[in-house]
């Protein structure tokens, strides 16, 4: 496995409810675990994340944590099926913060097409899963 040089770790309430999320919901593959403290190293299509139960080791935190966590940031994940998220969170009655929605992004003279939604993890950090629906000349 090649690590990527941006891995954000998220700290987490219940680190068995969040495992369960990303790999049995939305089909995260758990790379490898550690259970003191309680870690998982879990991937998405070319997508790393890092997920710890959270303590009271005050280095690695800058305020207390609140639900919801990760205020003021999204985690935009490339998907190349985003019908397939959909619907296993319905199936999970997992519920979207934010529709399916076509968007365009301009970059340079290029318009970027994204079919996204926004769903919240269990302890509230927002996800952006995205899928490439073309480009556009502007």
């Not at 190349?80 to 969170?89: S, W």
Request: aromatic letters at 14%; proline letters at 4%.
């Amino acid at each position: 496995m090649k690590f990527n040089n941006l891995k954000p770790e998220l700290y987490v309430s219940n680190f068995q409810k969040s495992l369960n999320f990303y790999t049995n919901i939305l089909d995260f593959k758990l790379e490898y675990q550690r259970s003191d403290p309680l870690f998982a190293f879990l991937s998405y299509q070319g997508s790393q994340i890092m997920i710890q139960q959270e303590d009271n080791d005050e280095e690695w935190h800058n305020g207390k944590p609140e639900y919801p966590y990760g205020r003021g940031i999204n985690f935009q994940i490339e998907t190349d099926n985003i019908k397939n998220i959909i619907d296993a969170l319905n199936k999970n009655k997992y519920p979207l913060k934010r529709k399916v929605k076509d968007r365009w992004y301009k970059v340079n003279n290029t318009l970027h097409g994204c079919r996204e939604i926004l769903v919240m993890d269990p302890d509230g950090y927002l996800l952006r899963f995205s899928q490439n629906i073309g480009k556009k000349l502007t």
